[in-house]
């Protein structure tokens, strides 16, 4: 597989945190089977939240199992998040400690039946440092 030949680059910088393309694979595998729990194929996953590698973390993962990620600008108001959510009506809000409040707000103001709320920071747990293989992987 051409892809391990770059397992070792770097894929992700974030302050002194780099995360190398083979550890963000198995990261993404383990955050995937995690998401599986309580979302499915065919799901809709909303992400809220600044940049950030749990941000990037949050979007593969969901794409590793087959589920529709919803990205919301977290500049948006609360009235437009809950536009949003309204919309699409996913199962699961991904946002982060900034962007926590303004979620609850948007949870408030929607009509329809409120998603799960999840945090961004809770996929820390996968952290690179852990994910040094990644054989198996493809």
Known sequence: MKWLSYADKTALVSGDRRIS??????????????????SKRGDRIAIIGANSPEWVLALYSIWNIHATVVPIDFMSTPEEVAYILDDCTPTVVWCDA?????????????????????????????DAAESKDAEGVG
């Open 98 to 126: 900034k962007t926590q409040e303004k979620t609850d707000q948007a949870l408030a103001l929607m009509k329809k039946a409120h998603p799960a709320v999840m945090r961004l920071e809770s996929l820390a747990d996968c």
């Open 21 to 38: 393309y083979g550890q963000l694979i198995s990261m993404v595998r383990r955050t995937g089977e995690k998401m599986s729990e309580f």
